[in-house]
């Protein structure tokens, strides 16, 4: 929020201080040109369960999913513990309780005696769809970066022709260049203050959760293949990350 604060402070102030006005940077036909052309060519490019999955996950620019990497080593130290005691079916309780499905599938097939190599093999199969697709859904974003300034300067020669056209009438000129050239300036500011920082946000926080659910397939499988609870820590405190 900060960051998209001082992005329209920036805009807003400069194009004050230049000594234009606010009401100088609206112009719907612009809006129109850019902002739905832009959507259209989005809608072209990626499959409609991307492009509406990129908005589902957009929230995770302002609420990114909460990890706690020293939390669920420790509970993955607390299963070990509680598996060489009494075994694996001791974690059947954690299963029907854990609400996250990614760990509750990976305790399920703990419980049901899979084997370390297929347990792996499942895990990060959907591990690895689940990422795919999370990403695709971030590059809807990186797309409308790149399809943006392309629909502004759209905007701009389409604008540009309406002032050739009022050439007899002089004083419609400079009104008609200055509303033409907000279509590049909505075309550039979304692209570099809006769509391709959150494209790059959604990027950097997919991976992060990524990183965090190989950690509990490394986990996981120290249990099943009944390693040292120590070890285990030992082991995945290489994940967390600074």
Do not use: C
């Not at 809608?43 to 939390?71: D, E, G, M, S, Y």
């Not at 979304?190 to 391709?196: E, S």
């Amino acid at each position: 929020m900060l960051g998209i604060l001082l992005g329209l402070v920036a805009i807003l102030g400069g194009s004050v201080a230049k000594g234009s006005t606010v009401g100088a940077l609206w112009n719907l036909a612009a809006f129109i040109i850019v902002v739905i052309g832009t959507l259209g060519a989005v809608l072209v490019q990626a499959r409609t369960p991307v492009f509406l999955h990129a908005f589902k996950i957009l929230i995770w620019v302002f609420r990114p999913p909460r990890l706690n990497p020293q939390a669920m080593i420790a509970r993955l130290v607390e299963w070990s513990h509680l598996s060489r005691k009494q075994g694996l079916l001791g974690l059947e309780n954690f299963a029907d309780q854990e609400k996250d499905p990614f760990i509750r599938k990976g305790l399920q097939l703990l419980v049901d005696g899979t084997e370390p190599q297929s347990l792996r093999q499942i895990l990060e199969a959907d591990l690895d769809n689940r990422e795919a697709f999370d990403l695709q859904g971030a590059k809807v974003f990186e797309s409308m970066g790149i399809y943006a300034p392309t629909m502004g300067i759209i905007g701009a020669v389409m604008g540009l022709m309406a002032v050739m056209q009022n050439l007899a009438d002089p004083s419609k000129l400079g009104h008609g260049i200055a509303a033409a050239f907000v279509a590049t300036i909505y075309g550039v500011g979304l692209a570099n203050l809006l769509f391709l920082p959150v494209s790059n946000k959604l990027k950097g926080i997919i991976q992060a959760r990524a990183n965090y659910q190989a950690m509990l397939i490394e986990g996981l499988i120290s249990i099943a293949e009944g390693e040292n609870p120590r070890n285990i820590e030992n082991k995945l405190s290489g994940f967390i990350q600074g």
